[in-house]
């Protein structure tokens, strides 16, 4: 869950027009009928957290794909 990560401002999305329609997304969820902006959040910042902790196999995996 992304929520955690941005009430303790771990993680910090910067306010540009690229990202607006994300957080229109992120204040919807989960009932919007797009969820591609906080997938792709979630996914990437899994994938910074196996990257750090060693575990890139699955990182690999995602970026071979």
């Not at 009928?33 to 899994?46: T, V």
């Not at 750090?52 to 071979?64: A, D, E, M």
């Amino acid at each position: 869950s992304l929520l955690p990560l941005l009430t303790q401002n771990k993680l910090k999305l910067i306010d540009i027009p690229p990202n607006r329609i994300g957080f229109h997304q992120l204040k919807s969820f989960p009932s919007a009928p797009h969820d591609d902006f906080p997938d792709a959040i979630s996914l990437g910042y899994q994938a910074i957290i196996r990257l750090i902790s060693g575990n890139n196999q699955i990182v690999y995996c995602l970026i071979k794909k």
